[in-house]
C-alpha cells in the first residue's frame, strides 16, 4: 500500500492505529507491548505530528520499562530521531535530556555486565 496522504487522512493507518497498535501499547505483556512500541515508532517515522506527541510515552518507557524492553524502546526512539531531528534537537532541553537518559542506560548496563561477569 503506497501512503499518499498523511497519516492523519488515511483511515486505514488510523484505524489500524487505534485497534490494534495502541492496544498493544497498552498490553502488560511484554511481547504485545514491545510489538505495540515498535510500531507507534514506525508509525512516528511517517507522521511527524504524532512522532512529537509520542516522544515522551517513548522516553518514559526507556526509563521505567523492564531491561528487555529498554533496548528496543531506545532503538525506537533513535530511529525517530534520524528522521525529525531538526524538530526534537532544535530544543536543547530535549538534547541533554536525551544525553543524560542514555547515559544512564549506558550506565546501568555496563554496571548490569560487570555484575555478571563476576559471578
Known amino acids: 500500500m503506497a501512503v499518499s496522504q498523511t497519516f492523519e487522512e488515511n483511515s486505514t493507518l488510523e ?65 525517530v530521531l534520524m528522521v525529525h531531528e531538526g524538530d526534537f534537537l532544535a530544543n536543547a532541553s530535549v538534547g541533554v535530556r536525551l544525553i543524560r537518559l ?4 549506558l550506565m546501568n548496563r555496563c554496571i548490569h555486565i560487570g555484575y555478571r561477569a563476576g559471578e
Open 102 to 105: 542514555c547515559g544512564s542506560f
Open 15 to 79: 484505524g489500524i492505529l487505534g485497534e490494534l497498535i495502541v492496544p498493544a501499547v497498552k498490553r502488560k505483556e511484554l511481547v504485545l507491548r514491545e510489538k505495540g512500541l515498535v510500531c507507534l515508532g514506525l508509525c512516528c517515522l511517517i507522521a511527524r505530528r504524532m512522532a512529537l506527541n509520542s516522544f515522551q510515552l517513548f522516553l518514559s518507557q526507556v526509563q521505567t520499562a523492564p531491561e528487555v524492553l529498554k533496548l528496543r524502546v531506545l532503538q525506537v526512539v533513535f530511529d
